[in-house]
């Protein structure tokens, strides 16, 4: 059980954490009104911050330095190369699961605290939305898409098919190698292994991707439905969700009235408004999956391989190690950044358990090759 000094100081360095990426997400955001929401929450960050270090000090124990952590560092320096859309999506998921973070510490209990984090957490969450539905334009798609290489299906299928292809091959690698095969054998069955996984991933992603597309199109066939026979109903429900992103009642049902003017304008815009889709896009290219997910895990699949092709016998099998090493290790990082947990911890806890899956299989295969070739 944490002692209380430890709770403050974890809830300082999360505050700490945040204020330092709301002021980042400001200073990429083009759009001022968008950059002003980011320096207001900064600044609330920062009052939260100050009140877990005057806790510390009432209880005696030293106040950390009001320096952002290994993992907020990181992630700020990937925004500043790829674009915001890596840092919105990690502070979207962070407040989202600590909206109720101190709704059991009594120290909460009289402030704005337990408020303030869920009102964060709407924010990021309605601009996510509203990037992902694109009502306010190129700006606010900026959030979420101004990178499309590394966001949406695409970084989906990239995170599940590098790690996918580097633990799984490497333990085909080492489970052929145990059976104390020839160099040749190895590099044929990692070539074999890559090319299976590889299509098995890339038709999976295909298949879900396009799924969810053809569920889409039905939700929006069934929104036009609604609009055509119940269209006072709809412009009623569209000023509602106005409402609730902050117009008045006066604004948002004129604005309803006005998008009800145009029947594509009005189901475009209660597809996007209520559903949250795209008509442009329909959750994304199952092409765009399907091959990011073939490449990605070829990519992963390949690592472990690559020192059969020039050496044999110990030396290649121990270079392979080092190799699918490395790569779960940087691989563990990168879910780190993205997820919000530990880098280190995570990093690690990636290269130990593919490590153990590779020594698992090693054995497996010299007790197989034994047991055959007796």
Not at 127 to 149: F, T
Request: net charge negative.
């Amino acid at each position: 059980m944490p002692s209380d000094a430890d709770r403050y100081r974890d809830n300082f360095a999360d505050e700490v954490d945040a204020a330092y990426l709301y002021r980042v997400a400001a200073e990429l955001e083009d759009d001022e009104t968008i950059s002003g929401v980011y320096v207001r929450l900064a600044e609330t960050e920062e009052r939260h911050a100050a009140l877990w270090q005057e806790k510390l000090e009432e209880v005696g124990a030293a106040v950390p330095e009001r320096s952002p952590t290994l993992r907020a560092r990181i992630l700020a320096w990937l925004a500043r190369r790829l674009g915001p859309s890596v840092l919105a999506q990690a502070m979207a998921t962070t407040e989202l699961a600590g909206r109720t973070m101190y709704d059991d510490q009594p120290e909460a209990k009289g402030t704005s605290l337990p408020a303030d984090e869920r009102s964060h957490a709407v924010i990021l969450d309605a601009l996510r939305k509203e990037a992902k539905s694109g009502v306010r334009g190129g700006v606010m798609a900026k959030l979420e898409g101004r990178h499309r290489a590394v966001g949406g299906n695409a970084l989906r299928a990239a995170v599940l098919g590098a790690n996918d292809g580097l633990v799984s091959n490497t333990s085909l690698v080492m489970g052929v190698a145990g059976a104390a095969f020839s160099a040749s054998a190895v590099l044929l069955s990692g070539l074999a292994g890559l090319l299976a996984g590889s299509i098995s991933m890339a038709l999976g992603e295909w298949l879900s991707v396009q799924s969810s597309r053809e569920l889409h199109q039905a939700q929006i066939a069934s929104e036009r439905e609604e609009i055509l026979t119940m269209p006072e109903a709809e412009a009623e429900e569209l000023a509602l969700i106005y409402q609730a992103k902050g117009m008045s009642q006066d604004e948002a049902e004129r604005a309803a009235k006005e998008v009800m003017g145009d029947p594509e304008a009005f189901l475009d815009t209660k597809v996007r408004e209520e559903l949250g889709i795209d008509p442009e896009e329909l959750g994304g290219s199952a092409w765009e999956a399907a091959i990011a997910s073939f490449l990605l895990f070829s990519i992963g699949a390949i690592v472990p391989v690559i020192p059969f092709f020039f050496l044999s016998g110990g030396a290649a099998i121990a270079l392979s190690l080092v190799l699918a090493g490395i790569g779960l290790f940087l691989l563990g990082v990168m879910t780190a950044v993205v997820t919000g947990t530990g880098v280190l911890r995570t990093g690690t806890r990636s290269l130990l358990l593919g490590l153990i899956a590779a020594g698992v299989t090693y054995g497996i295969g010299a007790l197989l090759g034994t047991a055959v070739g007796g």
